[in-house]
C-alpha cells in the first residue's frame, strides 16, 4: 500500500488502471469501516463510483489564527480586539507608543507570512470577517451554493484593509516575501505585536520568554464581521489516502490491516498506548507520559486509515507534549469554541477542472494579490483580476465544485 495526499493523482491512477478498486473488498472484509465512513466521505476517494483508497480524515481543531501580545496590551490599557476595526486600533497603538520598548523603528505591529507559496492573503480568523474563507479565493457556501470567495462582497474591502495597513506602516516591511519561518523568527526577537501564528510555534514562545521573561502571548478570538458572527477554519476533512497498486497481491490484507486498526479493541492502544504508562487523561483532557510516549509520538504518519471523531480527542496528548504547545492548542481551540467551520473543499471529491486549473489559478491568484497588498494601483484592478481568474478556469471550477454540493448537501 502507498500512503498519498494528492486526490488529482488518485483520479488519474483510477483511470489509467494503476490501482486497484477496493469496494468489493471494503464490503468483504471491512465491518469498522464500513462504520466509520459515510457515503459523502467514501465519494471523496471514489472515482467513476468505485472506492480506490482508504481515507484518513484529519483530527478536527484549530491550529493558525492569529496572536497578540497581551503584555503590551495590557501595558497601554487596551481590551482585546474583538473587530477589524479595534484591531486596527491596537495596531496603531503598538506603533505609536512602542510599548515593549523595543523602539520605535523596529516595532511589527502586525507580521503575515504573504510570501508562502499559495498563501493568496489567507489569515484565519480576521479574513472571515468579511464574510470570506480563510482569504479572497477560498470557496464558500452562500445561500445554498459554493460561490468563489471572490464573488464575495467584502473581499475587496478585505484585501483594501490590509493594504491599508501596509500603506501605514503597521504590516511588517516584508510581509509579501515572507515564510511562516520569518514571521516565527521575528515573534521570537520580540519585535512583533501581532502575527499569524501556529499552535505547533512554541519554540518562538521559548525564545521569547528567555529574551523577555514578562512577555505574554495569546490568540485572538475570531474577529467579528458587522454582524457580529465569528468564524475561523478548522483542520477537518481528507488529510490523506492509501492505494494498493495494480500489481499488489495484497490488496485484501491492506483492507483487513485498515479494518482492524480502526477496532475498538484495538485503537486507543495503537494510537497512545496504555493509559498511565504513556499516557493520562485529566478533566477529560489527553496527556503523554514521558519517555514511554516517544515509541507513540510518530505514529500518526504511519496509520493505515482514520477517522476524525474518535481521533481529534485522543490528539490532544500529542498537542500537549510540550508546556508552551500545550498552552497553545488550549488556547486557540478554547477561543474558537462553537466558530470553527470546515473549508467547504476540504470535504469535496476530486473535480477535472481541479487537475486541469488549480495550481496554475493559485499560482496567478497569489501573485495578483501580492501585488494589491503593495499598491494601490493595482487594488483598483481588482475587477479586472476576478474576470481574468474566471476565464483562467475559475469560472468552471466553481461550477463544478457547485455541482458536487447541490448533489450531496
Request: with cysteine.
Amino acid at each position: 500500500m502507498i500512503s498519498m495526499n494528492n486526490r488529482n493523482l488518485l483520479a488519474m491512477y483510477a483511470r489509467n488502471e494503476a490501482i486497484q478498486p477496493l469496494t468489493d473488498l471494503i464490503e468483504r472484509y471491512g465491518p469498522n469501516l464500513k462504520a466509520a465512513f459515510s457515503q459523502e466521505q467514501w465519494d471523496m476517494v471514489s472515482v467513476d463510483g468505485e472506492i480506490y483508497a482508504l481515507p484518513t480524515f484529519n483530527y478536527e481543531a484549530v491550529t493558525d489564527g492569529l496572536i497578540i501580545r497581551k503584555d503590551w496590551l495590557d501595558k497601554l490599557n487596551l481590551p482585546m480586539p474583538t473587530t477589524p476595526d479595534e484591531l486596527y486600533e491596537v495596531l496603531k497603538a503598538f506603533k505609536e507608543k512602542d510599548p515593549g520598548g523595543v523602539g520605535k523603528d523596529k516595532v511589527i505591529p502586525l507580521a503575515i507570512h504573504a510570501g508562502e507559496d499559495g498563501n493568496a492573503l489567507s489569515i484565519s480568523g480576521l479574513a472571515e470577517a468579511w464574510g470570506i474563507g480563510r482569504g479572497p479565493t477560498d470557496f464558500v457556501v452562500v445561500d445554498g451554493e459554493i460561490q468563489s470567495g471572490l464573488d464575495q462582497p467584502g473581499v475587496r474591502e478585505y484585501v483594501a484593509f490590509l493594504n491599508k495597513l501596509n500603506r501605514e506602516g503597521l504590516l511588517d516591511p516584508d510581509a509579501a516575501i515572507s515564510k511562516h519561518g520569518d514571521v516565527t523568527e521575528k515573534v521570537g526577537a520580540g519585535f512583533v505585536g501581532v502575527a499569524t501564528f501556529s499552535c505547533w510555534d512554541s519554540g518562538a514562545v521559548r525564545a521569547l520568554m528567555e529574551k523577555v521573561p514578562d512577555a505574554e502571548l495569546a490568540f485572538l478570538p475570531p474577529l467579528k464581521d458587522n454582524n457580529g458572527n465569528q468564524r475561523i477554519a478548522g483542520t477537518g476533512g481528507l488529510y490523506s489516502f492509501v492505494i494498493v497498486p495494480k500489481v499488489s497481491k495484497k490488496a485484501a490484507e491492506v483492507v483487513q490491516f485498515a479494518d482492524a486498526f480502526l477496532a475498538p479493541a484495538h485503537y486507543t492502544r495503537l494510537i497512545l498506548g496504555e493509559e498511565n504508562v504513556s499516557y493520562k487523561i485529566e478533566d477529560g483532557k489527553y496527556y503523554p507520559i514521558f519517555p514511554e510516549f516517544n515509541q507513540f509520538n510518530k505514529g500518526r504518519w504511519f496509520y493505515p486509515v482514520n477517522e476524525s471523531s474518535k481521533y481529534t480527542p485522543l490528539f490532544g496528548a500529542r498537542a500537549r507534549k510540550e508546556p508552551e504547545m500545550a498552552m497553545l492548542w488550549d488556547d486557540i481551540n478554547a477561543k474558537s469554541d462553537g466558530f470553527m467551520y470546515t473549508p467547504i473543499v476540504n470535504l469535496a471529491p476530486v473535480v477535472e477542472a481541479e487537475q486541469k486549473y488549480g495550481q496554475p489559478l493559485r499560482s496567478f491568484s497569489h501573485e495578483r494579490l501580492i501585488k494589491m497588498l503593495l499598491d494601490e494601483k493595482e487594488l483598483a484592478k481588482f475587477d479586472e483580476f476576478v474576470q481574468e481568474w474566471k476565464n483562467k478556469g475559475g469560472r468552471e471550477l466553481t461550477e463544478q465544485y457547485n455541482a458536487w454540493y447541490q448533489s450531496t448537501k
